[in-house]
């Protein structure tokens, strides 16, 4: 037998202590455990997750019953997250895994089971792993599983969907399929020469080729068959016809059988050797086939949670705070019982809430069995770890024993009637309940003179109270009524019937006793008014009083009820009214605020526009300004050559008497301005500075004041140093220099409109200086303040380039511009 790996024992399987203590047979029979069992074991995938559901019990450790509904409900965050999630190809292949390791030898299609089951765990284990965070539980149970990838690769090359081994099994194998099919293909062709010569000389009976005993033969007539050499292999029904072997192909139907057993020998050489590895895995695989049935088990239960409608309980996630140690209080919210036939109307109930005995009365058919089941079914169903169909705001205990008497006992093979067998069953309860039992006894000491009965029912629920088992129990004795009205640790309740529809409600009232309402319903079954009244004449007054008075109450509490029912849905309709205007009004809100957003935004956008807009006019009327006043320059320099022209040619003696230096090209020498040198220009009263030596074209760049310009030498009337003239009173060489301008812009922690301003008035000032680049400093930040100034720049007329200062200069945050001077 395989080993079962230590860990894996603790991960895959439920501990030991689970199953210490056994729930109550009776009561697990009693209250229909075994169908829901049937029920979950039909959404099971393979048989051993099936086994699992079959045998699965509830149990009275705290901390498994946690677990397994923490299991459950990952199995349905599973299921949520991979709706595909399933078991296809799953076997329970450990008895072949077992056999394999004693040193059988397997079918090719229980490799085949075995091959498919292990890829289905492989990639079970590979989906769950993934969702380790939300599945822990499931997550580590499928790390004990083996991958077994070269298994799975030698099983699925040597064997193919129809269980056949391949010729891929081994070398071997191949090479002699081959040989066999050209040995198969040589015998037939032969056979058929030979059977075509016998037909066409009458010899053959009809052209057929058939096998008999694996040797190939034709169909000879008896009368001919000394005409064909050959074996006799079998003869007709009539006579008529032999089926012979040529002998002219027996060599070679010889060799073709060979060939056929030596393949038989080499596919089993194969499959043994399969096997042999398949045995030596035995242990592995079973943990994998464990694994999955749990896997299996667990997604059954979440399914069958579904088909229930069990959708609440368990919660997600590790803590269970529905579930709570016993002695504690039992409270079912909304609990439908989940073997009923839909539509099943949810009832709630609770015990253990300052009494630990629940005492139900109420008419036949009222659904006071049906609330019993309910609560001990579901309790046992919380306690197998399956999902229960309840509310949020439920509270299970975690009992150590469930007990149950419910239904018809009675049993002719052991002389038991009906009272005596439920005795039995009680006498069994009394001795084995303690403080951590749920006891369920349903009509209590019936079947039995009331008197008697009466007071044995009150008997055996006194010592229920005292050994602190929590009790629900059902009963029509009138007297137990006041016996719970009387006794701390016992209330009363009743389940309501409609006495128009002779239908239960199965609405549980817990504080009211029940009435058995037997003449109404009598009545409304059509018993003669007569019979009606003679009944109602025999009861007390006193008890026709207490029976009125609880009518009334029961009245008066549905009219309650139904207010109340109506106060809370129309507080619910308000709410969610409320709930829609405050939505409504976030979004009217959120919308304001959007549009306002946008507002600012455009209104900024515009802004800047219109902002750049004016720096762009102020920019083209300064350059305007520039054009103009050197074209007026210009102009002016040039009428007045021609008026000095004129002038010398109406005076050719002044011209005699004011020898000039000789000039080049009309103009003084071009190695005779240096920059620096005063400049005056023909019609000019006014010297400029000149900014450097002439050009190839006889040009020069002239400053005068904040104007510059570039100058033909022509025009140049006289140079001068830059140094005092001490003749004809006495020139001086002081130009008024440009105002100062600093080699860089510092403008951090400026905002955009502080900085544009700034940044604008600093570019005209050195451009008018003449200076070719300055440094920007802007600093990083956000980068809003850099790319505005970059933005600017680029528009920028005065500006020829811009780049960012290289990293030891500042890096980012800097930028040098390269004006158009």
């Known amino acids: ?71 459950t409900a990952e199995a349905r965050r599973l299921l949520q997250l991979k709706p595909r999630t399933g078991l296809g190809g799953a076997h329970d292949v450990r008895p072949a895994a077992e056999k394999a390791q004693r040193g059988g ?151 073709w059988r060979e060939a056929q057993l030596e393949e038989e020998r080499e596919v089993e050489r194969v499959l043994r050797a399969l096997s042999a590895d398949t045995g030596a895995a035995c242990d592995a695989i079973t943990v994998n086939v464990d694994v999955l049935a749990r896997l299996d088990l667990a997604l059954a239960k979440a399914r069958f949670g579904d088909e229930i409608g069990a959708h609440e309980l368990p919660y997600e996630g590790d803590e269970q705070p529905w579930l709570v140690k016993a002695p504690a209080q039992l409270h079912l919210l909304l609990a439908r019982h989940p073997l009923l036939k839909p539509p099943v109307i949810p009832t709630t109930l609770t015990v253990g809430d300052g009494y630990r005995v629940l005492l139900i009365t109420g008419p036949n058919t009222g659904g006071k069995t049906v609330a019993l089941k309910t609560a001990g079914l579901l309790v046992l169903m919380a306690q197998a770890g399956l999902p229960v169909p309840a509310d949020r705001g439920s509270r299970v205990p975690v009992f150590a024993d469930v007990f149950a008497d419910i239904g018809d006992e009675q049993s002719i093979e052991q002389s038991l009637s009906t009272f005596s067998s439920h005795m039995k ?17 349903d009509e209590l000491a019936a079947g039995t003179d009331p008197t008697e009965g009466s007071a044995l029912a009150r008997a055996i629920l006194s010592r229920l109270l005292e050994i602190g088992a929590l009790t629900i129990a059902t009963t029509h004795h009138g007297e137990l009524k006041a016996f719970a009205h009387g006794t701390n640790g016992v209330m009363n309740a009743s389940v309501e019937f409609n006495l128009e529809t002779l239908s239960p409600t199965y609405h549980l009232s817990i504080g ?204 140049v009337e006289r140079v001068q140093r830059p140094r005092p003239s001490q003749a004809h009173g006495a020139i001086t060489a002081d130009v008024a220099p440009p105002p100062p301008v600093a080699g860089e812009l510092d403008i951090r922690g400026q905002t955009i409109d502080e900085g544009t301003p700034a940044l604008e008035q600093y570019l005209d000032d050195a451009f008018r200086a003449g200076v070719p680049s300055v440094r920007v400093i802007h600093g990083k930040g956000t980068g809003t303040l850099r790319r505005a100034v970059r933005d600017h720049l680029s528009k920028h007329a005065l500006v020829k380039s811009y780049e960012e200062a290289p990293r030891e200069y500042g890096g980012e945050g800097v930028t040098i511009v390269h004006l158009a001077v």
């Open 425 to 441: 069953n009680i006498i069994a309860i009394v001795a084995g309940a303690g403080a951590s039992s749920l006891v369920l006894l």
């Open 105 to 255: 030898i397997l079918e090719p299609n229980a490799l085949l089971e075995i091959a498919t089951t292990l890829e289905c765990a492989r990639d079970l284990k590979h989906a769950i792993a993934r969702l380790d965070e939300a599945l822990p539980l499931l997550a580590d149970a499928v790390s004990v599983i083996a991958p077994l990838t070269r298994l799975i690769d030698d099983i699925n090359r040597s064997i193919n969907q129809r269980g056949e081994v391949t010729d891929q099994a081994s070398p071997a194998l191949g090479a002699i399929r081959r040989e066999v099919r050209v040995l198969h293909d040589r015998l037939y062709q032969r056979i058929e020469d030979i059977l075509s010569s016998a037909v066409t000389k009458g010899i053959a009976q009809e052209s057929i080729i058939t096998l008999r005993d694996g040797r190939y033969v034709i169909p000879v007539k008896a009368d001919m068959r000394g005409q064909l050499k050959g074996i006799v292999h079998d003869v007709s029904g009539s006579g008529a016809t032999v089926w012979m072997e040529p002998l002219a192909v027996v060599d070679l139907a010889n060799r």
């Open 1 to 71: 037998m395989c080993i079962i790996l230590p860990r894996a024992q603790r991960v895959y399987g439920d501990a030991p202590s689970l199953y210490n203590a056994r729930m109550d047979a009776h009561a697990l029979r009693t209250l229909e455990f075994d169908k829901i069992l049937a029920r979950l074991a039909r959404h099971t995938s393979f048989s051993a997750g099936k086994e699992r559901a079959i045998t699965l019990e509830p149990t009275a450790d705290f901390a498994a019953v946690v677990l397994r509904q923490r299991e």
């Open 512 to 715: 009211l006793p029940g009435r058995s309402n037997a003449l109404e319903i009598a009545q409304r079954l059509g018993m003669p008014r007569d019979i009606i009244g003679s009944a109602r004449d025999t009861i007390a007054p006193e008890q026709r009083q207490v029976d009125e008075l609880l009518s009334d109450i029961h009245r008066e509490r549905r009219e309650a009820a139904d207010a109340r029912r109506s106060e809370q849905i129309a507080r619910r309709e308000a709410e969610e009214i409320r709930a829609n205007l405050e939505a409504r009004l976030d979004e009217v809100t959120e919308q304001r605020e959007r549009m306002l957003e946008s507002a600012r935004t455009e209104i900024a956008r515009e802004f800047e526009r219109a902002r750049a807009l004016i720096a762009e006019t102020e920019r083209e009327v300064d350059r305007q300004r520039l054009a103009e006043a050197a074209a007026t320059l210009k102009a002016a320099a040039e009428e007045s050559a021609r008026a000095v022209e004129r002038a010398q040619r109406r005076h050719p003696e002044r011209r005699r008497r004011e020898p000039r230096e000789p000039r080049t090209g009309g103009g003084p020498r071009p190695e005779d301005i240096r920059e620096g040198d005063l400049v005056w220009l023909r019609g000019m009263d006014h010297f400029g500075e000149a900014l450097g030596e002439p050009d190839a074209r006889g040009e020069i760049e002239v400053r005068m004041g904040a104007l510059r310009s570039r100058i033909k030498l022509a025009q």
